[in-house]
């Protein structure tokens, strides 16, 4: 026997609806289809974005999130060129065959496009506020730069601030205010760098080169690390630096020329640690190599249309070690699902972000 379908209203672009009667319309939806679907709901998602069509990707994205994390989504989408003042909005729902398959379980959206005058990110706070689902938790996704100045009662709100690192033209300034954020006692709302989740499998990998005895004491004799990333991912080489230099006790890192892209570590007791970054073509960060003066060698690879990290130790005296390791996503929906199901206030992301202020450009 065939399963029902939903109708075609639960995708596409949405069904237009007046602002004041947003509810009224996902009401009508549900009496629609609550025959062949349940509404779902765990939390508040609200994504913010300038950028261009940003409403159409921002829901392909949530399509797939909502697979593994029901809730209400609200996308924002501003167009502050736009030659026309006006907000509209547009409701949705994102549904899925439960595991026994007889029914769906479904996550509702809402879009507002604020275009002209309307684009005020002032305006987000109260198109936020007037939708949320009850007292779930809110989690903010501001795409692109953060702004300067937050509203205060949507930003008081926010259990996990999430951004893409990667994404910024100025990281300098805009770290600052993620650490100016983060160290306010009066906000709960922890930061989220996709930029950071985007490499959790690579740290980890890493971390398991140091499982043997010999491995881990090689590791005070390391003179020289080289990352290797793209255009896009030197962001993320930075953060992966901060990483090592918390991780193995090393001084942050100060520039040893004028490329930017070389610097040493210094280190209690030890020998300075030499660092070069370069860029190439392919994956964010596609080979990381860590050298000891004893001739050891710890690397890791990933060529640019593989979704897998290939580790590879010599230890002098012992033998090689190679492993393969599935690699971390690229895909936005991916990262996004990695974020919201980790716990913990990234203590470890902001000491490494603590470690490479004085470097980042």
Aim: overall charge neutral.
């Amino acid at each position: 026997m065939s399963t029902a379908t939903i109708t075609p209203a639960f995708f596409g672009d949405g069904i237009p609806a007046e602002i004041g009667k947003i509810d009224k319309e996902l009401k009508k939806l549900w009496q629609e289809q609550s025959t062949v679907a349940t509404r779902a709901s765990r939390l508040n998602l609200v994504v913010y974005s300038a950028a261009d069509s940003s409403i159409r990707a921002n829901t392909a994205i949530m399509r797939e999130l909502t697979r593994d994390h029901a809730g209400r989504v609200i996308l924002v989408a501003a167009r502050a060129k736009s030659p026309e003042n006006r907000l509209r909005a547009w409701v949705n729902a994102h549904c899925h065959l439960t595991k026994a398959g007889a029914k769906q379980t479904c996550s509702e959206q809402i879009a507002f496009l604020m275009e002209g005058t309307s684009a005020n990110t002032r305006l987000v706070s109260s198109l936020v506020f007037s939708h949320l689902d009850s007292d779930l938790p809110l989690y903010l996704w501001w795409q692109g730069e953060l702004p300067a100045e937050f509203d205060e009662r949507l930003l008081g709100a926010t259990e996990r601030l999430i951004f893409d690192s990667s994404t910024w033209a100025n990281p300098k300034a805009q770290f600052e205010l993620v650490r100016a954020i983060a160290a306010r006692p009066d906000l709960d709302a922890i930061p989220g760098d996709l930029n950071w989740t985007r490499c959790s499998t690579l740290r980890l990998s890493f971390a398991q080169f140091f499982d043997v005895p010999s491995a881990r004491a090689a590791l005070d004799k390391v003179d020289r690390l080289d990352l290797e990333h793209s255009s896009q991912g030197r962001t993320t080489a930075v953060l992966l630096l901060g990483w090592f230099a918390d991780a193995l006790k090393w001084g942050a890192p100060e520039p040893s020329g004028t490329s930017g892209q070389e610097f040493v570590c210094q280190r209690e007791g030890g020998t300075p640690v030499r660092v070069v970054l370069a860029r190439k073509s392919g994956a964010f960060i596609s080979r990381v190599t860590l050298r000891s003066s004893e001739g050891s060698v710890f690397t890791l690879t990933r060529s640019a249309d593989s979704d897998l990290y290939t580790t590879q130790s010599f230890v002098a005296g012992a033998d090689s070690v190679e492993q393969s390791f599935q690699a971390d996503s690229h895909e936005p929906s991916h990262l996004l699902s990695e974020e919201l199901s980790r716990g913990g206030a990234r203590r470890a992301y902001l000491r490494a972000l603590e470690k490479v202020s004085g470097i980042l450009g």
